[in-house]
Every structure is written in structure tokens, then in C-alpha cells.
Nanobody, 121 residues
Framework: QVQLVESGGGLVQPGGSLRLACAASGTIFSIDAMRWHRQAPGKQRELVAAITSGGSTDYADSVKGRFTISRDNTKNTVYLQMNSLNVEDTAVYYC???????????????WGQGTQVTVSS
């Protein structure tokens, strides 16, 4: 199995920045898509950003121009640089990887435990 460990969450003032990281460990042959989701209190989990193995990215409209997703394949790690944060960005952020343990395995999906991001003055 694979373990995803997130880091970088915390409390920040409106207009501030944070950088989240999510690192995977375990028996991994390859990782396809890497995604960041978030869930605010009382709301459904939503997709924030995604990056393919080839580096193509996609963003929710609410974060376009403010958030940047990137990946380091040598470290099995995905990052989310968050700038110009506002109170609506307050949520628990989860990473999600689509991966497989060997060349001939089926693709699997794993989630991190979540990291809290709070934007408040």
C-alpha cells in the first residue's frame, strides 16, 4: 500500500500565502494524476487543482490565477502554492494520487489524511 503525507497547512491572514506538499511513500511503480481537493465545513469536497503525469494542469475557477500545482516525480510529491488567500479558501485540503504498484497492476486511488488551512485576520 502507499501512504500519502501532507504538510504545510496552517493559519494565514487574508492576502497571504501557503505552500502545501503531499509526499507518497511505499511500493510505487508510477503515479498518473495528482490532485488537490478541499472540504470546507458544511460543504462537499471539491476538486481544487490537478496535474497529469505529463505536467498538464487544471484548476477550479475559484482558484485560477492564485494557486499553482506542481509535482516532483523523483520525490513522488505534489505541491500546491496558494497565493492571495481569502477566507473562502478555509478548508481541509486533501491530496489524491492515481498510482499503480507495478507495470501490470490496475490503477489505484489513495488519499492523504488532510491538512487544515485557515484564512483569518
Amino acid at each position: 500500500q502507499v501512504q500519502l503525507v501532507e504538510s504545510g497547512g496552517g493559519l494565514v491572514q487574508p492576502g497571504g500565502s501557503l505552500r502545501l506538499a503531499c509526499a507518497a511513500s511505499g511500493t510505487i511503480f508510477s503515479i498518473d494524476a495528482m490532485r488537490w481537493h478541499r472540504q470546507a465545513p458544511g460543504k462537499q469536497r471539491e476538486l481544487v487543482a490537478a496535474i497529469t503525469s505529463g505536467g498538464s494542469t487544471d484548476y477550479a475557477d475559484s482558484v485560477k490565477g492564485r494557486f499553482t500545482i506542481s509535482r516532483d516525480n523523483t520525490k513522488n510529491t505534489v505541491y500546491l502554492q496558494m497565493n492571495s488567500l481569502n477566507v473562502e479558501d478555509t478548508a481541509v485540503y486533501y491530496c489524491n494520487f492515481r498510482w499503480r504498484p507495478s507495470r501490470y497492476s490496475s490503477w489505484l486511488s489513495s488519499w492523504g489524511q488532510g491538512t487544515q488551512v485557515t484564512v483569518s485576520s
